[in-house]
């Protein structure tokens, strides 16, 4: 079945280094992919989406490639802010599955000033 | 508009007890499903509804009970609480079609302790 494995955390980074959270995943046909930000204490929220093979998402400073040759959506943020610090999911939903989606088990980051 | 909105936020509840949790959504989506969010992994779909009066079944659906009577509003039950129970439950909701990239929109969740 559908699937979406992310790098374990904890992250820690100083502000303005650069991020990048891995993900991959397994699914058949054709899946759109997304990433969800959850701040602490808060419910989910979707930061970028992207759904063809080569799309980019990109929000805030976020971005992410669908790469489907490598089954790959990594997230990028060249230099991160403490306010960025949140837990991030990986997920996924394929055509005709009533826009279930399927989440890796999210990257909490922690930016420290 | 107040999005997703879910009640109660927090609810302790001893083994064997039952509790209905209620999710509504003012943005006249089709679709809503609830989802339990647990420590390494992720979120996880219990239930869901592609409309008025229909519901199915998630990855993880036993012991819990839906009911969406109306389109606006989501009800999650747990007939008899077990301490495996204990989670963090977040309602979301899209629009229809079936077009499956539709953004699916999240509730603030309710935290359930069961004892």
């Known amino acids: 079945g559908n699937s979406v494995t992310q790098m374990e955390g904890p992250v820690t980074l100083s502000e303005e280094a650069f991020l990048t959270i891995n993900c991959t995943y397994t699914?058949?046909?054709?899946?759109?992919l997304f990433w969800y930000v959850q701040y602490p204490g808060e419910g989910l929220q979707l930061l970028l989406k992207?759904?063809?093979?080569?799309d980019k998402g990109s929000n805030k400073g976020f971005e992410a490639t669908y790469r489907k040759e490598t089954t790959s959506f990594h997230l990028e943020k060249g230099s991160v802010q403490v306010s960025d610090s949140a837990v991030y999911f990986c997920a996924l939903t394929s055509y005709n599955q009533g826009g279930k989606l399927i989440f890796g088990q999210g990257t909490e980051l922690s930016v420290k000033p | 508009n107040a999005g997703v909105t879910q009640t109660p936020k927090f609810r302790v509840l001893k083994t064997g007890q039952s509790m209905t949790l209620l999710c509504a959504q003012d943005m006249n989506h089709e679709y809503m499903y609830w989802y339990r969010q647990d420590p390494g992994m992720g979120l996880r779909l219990i239930h869901y509804s592609v409309g008025e009066g229909t519901t199915a079944k998630g990855e993880v659906p036993d012991g819990y009970n839906v009911s969406r009577l109306k389109k606006q509003n989501f009800l999650l039950g747990l007939e008899s609480a077990a301490p495996s129970q204990t989670s963090v439950y977040f309602c979301a909701s899209r629009p229809g079609g079936m077009v499956s990239t539709d953004t699916q929109y999240f509730g603030p969740g309710t935290r359930l302790t069961v004892l």
């Open positions: 699914a058949t046909g054709y899946p759109s």
């Open positions: 992207a759904t063809k093979a080569d």
